[in-house]
Every structure is written in C-alpha cells, then in structure tokens.
C-alpha cells in the first residue's frame, strides 16, 4: 500500500488536488467522509464537496472508525482517499465536552498504528490518500481547546506524514511536494 498525504490550509485546493492525483489509478475508488452534517452550513459544505466529486467514487460516511473502514476497503479498492483527518479529529474532540489530551492522543496514535500495520501488511497497490487541515500556521487560539485542537491536529498531520510515502502541502490551489 501507498500513502500520500496531503495538507493544507482552509479552501486551499487539498481536496481536488487529491482527487485529480488518484485519476492515475484504475480500478475501484473508495471516498471515506468524516465530516458530519450536524447544521445547515456543514450539509451545505458536504453537498457541495459530492457534486464536485466524479462519479467514479463509492462514497463511504466514517465520522470515528477510520482504520476499521480502511482495513475493510483495502480488499476491494485499488484507491481509498479520506476527507479529512481534521473532520475526524473534530469528532474524537466533540464525543465529549473537554477531551483530556491522553483520550486524544491515543485515538490518534491507534488509528496512525493501524493505518501503519495495514501499510506493511497490504499484499496489493491500494493506494491510500490522507486529506487534513493546517491548522497551526495562524494566531495563538485565545482558549484551551482551540489550542489542544491545534496542537492534537499538528501532532496528527506530523504522524501521517512520517508514514506516508509522498506529503503534499497546497496552497492557494498549487501543490507543492514536500517528500
């Protein structure tokens, strides 16, 4: 299995890029969502995010489960992208009011270790796609869990690009490959 991540800030192409990136792959495609549609303004976001998606993607909805659903999938398609590893962490944030750091620290090195373990175990070409936010490159939140937010998300992005084959920073639409 092949890993690529890719990262970047709000709206900076990251989705696309990665969706036109898999385009030269054959074989089935698998989109994992993590976003959850809890308001009007996010199903508006996840609406907009599918009519923008080709066809060609059998879409699956994980808000928390991710290496479970990856495992699944890894048998049956050749390319699995998930949108995104922020979504998700957002999700491991919100199944409680204030997250203690261990409970989230250790959601995310499980799923990186299993993400890792399928890695070496993978006996096909399944490439594996990783989307997530760059949160860290602004202001100091001004409150404790804005900053644990930010901080768990670098820890995160920091994880997925030490496994991943090749790490992609986008920025204002442009690519720029960082290993």
Same mark, same amino acid.
């Given at each position: 299995?092949?890993?690529?991540?890719?990262?970047?800030?709000?709206?900076?192409?990251?989705?696309?890029?990665?969706?036109?990136?898999?385009?030269?792959? @054959?074989?089935?495609?698998?989109?994992?969502?993590?976003?959850?549609?809890?308001?009007?303004?996010?199903?508006?976001?996840?609406?907009?995010?599918?009519?923008?998606?080709?066809?060609?993607?059998?879409?699956?909805?994980?808000?928390?489960?991710?290496?479970?659903?990856?495992?699944?999938?890894?048998?049956?398609?050749?390319?699995?992208?998930?949108?995104?590893?922020?979504?998700?962490?957002?999700?491991?944030?919100?199944?409680?009011?204030?997250?203690?750091?261990?409970?989230?620290?250790?959601?995310?090195?499980?799923?990186? @270790?299993?993400?890792?373990?399928?890695?070496?175990?993978?006996?096909?070409?399944?490439?594996?796609?990783?989307?997530?936010?760059?949160?860290?490159?602004?202001?100091?939140?001004?409150?404790?869990?804005?900053?644990?937010?930010?901080?768990?998300?670098?820890?995160?992005?920091?994880?997925?690009?030490?496994?991943?084959?090749?790490?992609?920073?986008?920025? @204002?639409?442009?690519?720029?490959?960082?290993?």
């Amino acid at each position: 299995m092949k890993i690529i991540f890719i990262t970047g800030g709000s709206r900076s192409g990251k989705s696309s890029y990665a969706i036109k990136l898999s385009e030269r792959h @054959s074989g089935a495609k698998a989109f994992i969502a993590t976003a959850q549609a809890l308001d009007d303004e996010m199903r508006l976001r996840i609406d907009t995010h599918k009519r923008q998606r080709p066809d060609v993607w059998e879409t699956f909805e994980e808000p928390l489960h991710l290496a479970q659903t990856i495992a699944r999938l890894v048998e049956t398609h050749e390319v699995i992208l998930i949108d995104c590893l922020t979504l998700w962490l957002t999700n491991i944030f919100m199944r409680e009011p204030f997250p203690e750091i261990e409970t989230i620290t250790r959601d995310i090195d499980a799923c990186i @270790s299993s993400i890792k373990k399928l890695k070496d175990a993978a006996s096909n070409d399944t490439h594996l796609y990783l989307v997530s936010n760059e949160v860290g490159m602004s202001i100091v939140p001004d409150n404790k869990l804005a900053r644990l937010f930010r901080d768990a998300a670098g820890w995160l992005n920091q994880q997925a690009a030490a496994i991943a084959d090749e790490v992609y920073l986008v920025v @204002s639409g442009l690519p720029l490959k960082l290993k």
